[in-house]
């Protein structure tokens, strides 16, 4: 089964320790991105890859990094988190291949305290 | 730059009634546009998409959407709504054709009622 994979999918952590959240996808996507989700504005893309090793900047990545070592795989890591990212988080990977439909995961809920 | 606007933040309708859910684009190329659907709780579902060819699309549960490149808009129809459409609607653009990106709408969020 097509599959996206995001864990952990609910978080409570406290300001300043970092957290990763893991995204894998089954489906040998080249590309793969996280977005974030508020209230009132949407999805809105923090980082995207078009393939390993190569990522990018979305529209909000200020206190986000990620990493694309594997074709599988997208972490997103949050060095020092602060309450402003407290939100609901998608990983989302797409290729040519299957049509360009985008899959997202389940989403992760972080709370950061 | 590229965006996109739903200008309903919330729709309520009886069930069986008809649905229509608006979205305007802005985009210099060519768009691609989908609608997504959240449930409470859930993830988002790939409702439909348009990438080219005939501007009428059928997607799932009964829902299409039509592509109007004079009005640069792709709203979301369906004829006659059901208790379980009840959840957040999201429309979207890639911004080319390798889809990396999505530009989203803010929602619209379709409360149904009996």
């Known amino acids: 089964e097509a599959q996206v994979t995001q864990n952990p999918r609910y978080l409570i952590t406290v300001t300043g320790k970092k957290l990763t959240v893991t995204c894998s996808q089954n489906?040998?996507?080249?590309?793969m991105s996280w977005y974030r989700q508020d209230p009132g504005l949407g999805l809105r893309q923090i980082y995207y890859?078009?393939?390993?090793?190569?990522?990018d900047k979305g529209d909000v990545p200020e206190g986000y990094k990620v990493s694309r070592k594997e074709k599988r795989n997208f972490p997103l890591i949050l060095e020092s988190p602060s309450p402003n990212q407290t939100s609901l988080y998608f990983c989302?990977?797409?290729?040519?291949?299957?049509?360009?439909?985008?899959?997202f995961g389940e989403g992760s809920w972080l709370t950061v305290v | 730059a590229q965006s996109v606007t739903q200008p309903d933040i919330h729709i309520t309708v009886s069930e069986g009634a008809s649905l229509e859910l608006r979205c305007n684009y802005s985009?210099?190329?060519?768009?691609?546009l989908f609608w997504y659907v959240q449930s409470p709780g859930q993830g988002l579902q790939l409702l439909l998409k348009?990438?080219?060819?005939?501007?009428l699309v059928q997607g799932i549960k009964g829902f299409e959407a039509e592509f109007k490149r004079s009005q640069s808009s792709f709203n979301l129809r369906k004829p006659s709504v059901h208790w379980s459409d009840a959840a957040e609607y999201f429309c979207?653009?890639?911004?080319?054709?390798?889809?990396?990106?999505?530009?989203f709408g803010t929602g619209t969020r379709l409360q149904v009622f009996p």
């Open positions: 989302a990977s797409s290729s040519q291949s299957s049509g360009n439909t985008i899959y």
């Open positions: 489906m040998n996507h080249e590309y």
């Open positions: 890859s078009m393939n390993v090793e190569v990522t």
């Open positions: 985009y210099g190329a060519t768009p691609y």
């Open positions: 348009y990438f080219s060819g005939d501007t």
């Open positions: 979207a653009v890639a911004t080319g054709y390798n889809t990396d990106k999505l530009i």
